[in-house]
Antibody, heavy 127, light 111 residues
Framework: EVQLVESGGGLVQPGGSLRLSCAASGFTFNTYWMSWVRQAPGKGLEWVSHISESGAHANYADSVKGRFTISRDNSKNTLYLQMNSLRAEDTAVYYC????????????????????WGQGTLVTVSS | QSALTQPASVSGSPGQSITISCTGTSSDVGGYNYVSWYQQHPGKAPKLMIYDVTKRPSGVSNRFSGSKSGNTASLTISGLQAEDEAYYYCSSYTRSSTFVLFGGGTELTVL
């Protein structure tokens, strides 16, 4: 059974930092792209970042670029999100999700769906 | 980049069918067959219901179906049941730097 368990959320002051973790089990972690998606209170879903199977490639939403860093440790089956310079608008439930990606003939990876999600961890940025 | 456009709410009676639309552009919904739909009950994580426009993951009821025409994708739920009451989000790959776009979400009420 595929399981994704996030941890590391909490209350942090504006300008502070936090590192989220996502422990994966039930599948071969190093063969899947992984993503972080967030949901502000009462709002919709927002894609934050994703990382390739090996960790060699990563991309970010414009809203977090330069402040957040995604990484993974395939030996520990764990995904991370380092969040720096946090703002009030970063307050949200953060979900990790397993991605299904299609590689085209030029080797470019297209995300097609997010097939398993964790239960989420709440990050609150407030003074 | 703007989110995909979904109606804020839809409703239907048990046994009826409803359709939720998801409108994008030729750079996302219209340009690729990478549209997915997610169901989210309050306080729970999203669950994948449809991927690649029309495909259903194992375990998802065949009452759920997806389609696309031009820049608009649709999710149809037939034989509406009380347990279908939830929020539904569409998503699409986009060739912009955003990579993944979500719709604003649609609240489905089963009357």
């Amino acid at each position: 059974e595929v399981q994704l368990v996030e941890s590391g959320g909490g209350l942090v002051q504006p300008g502070g930092s936090l590192r989220l973790s996502c422990a994966a089990s039930g599948f071969t972690f190093n063969t899947y792209w992984m993503s972080w998606v967030r949901q502000a209170p009462g709002k919709g879903l927002e894609w934050v970042s994703h990382i390739s199977e090996s960790g060699a490639h990563a991309n970010y939403a414009d809203s977090v670029k330069g402040r957040f860093t995604i990484s993974r440790d395939n030996s520990k089956n764990t995904l991370y999100l380092q969040m720096n310079s946090l703002r009030a608008e970063d307050t949200a439930v953060y979900y990790c999700a397993r991605g299904t990606y299609y590689y085209d003939s030029s080797g470019y990876a297209h995300p097609t769906s997010l097939d398993y999600w964790g239960q989420g961890t709440l990050v609150t940025v407030s003074s | 980049q703007s989110a995909l456009t979904q109606p804020a709410s839809v409703s239907g009676s048990p046994g009826q069918s409803i359709t939720i639309s998801c409108t994008g552009t030729s750079s996302d919904v219209g340009g690729y067959n990478y549209v997915s739909w997610y169901q989210q009950h309050p306080g729970k994580a999203p669950k994948l219901m449809i991927y690649d426009v029309t495909k259903r993951p194992s375990g998802v009821s065949n009452r759920f179906s997806g389609s696309k025409s031009g820049n608009t994708a649709s999710l149809t739920i037939s034989g509406l049941q009380a347990e279908d009451e939830a929020y539904y989000y569409c998503s699409s790959y986009t060739r912009s730097s955003t990579f993944v776009l979500f719709g604003g979400g649609t609240e489905l009420t089963v009357l």
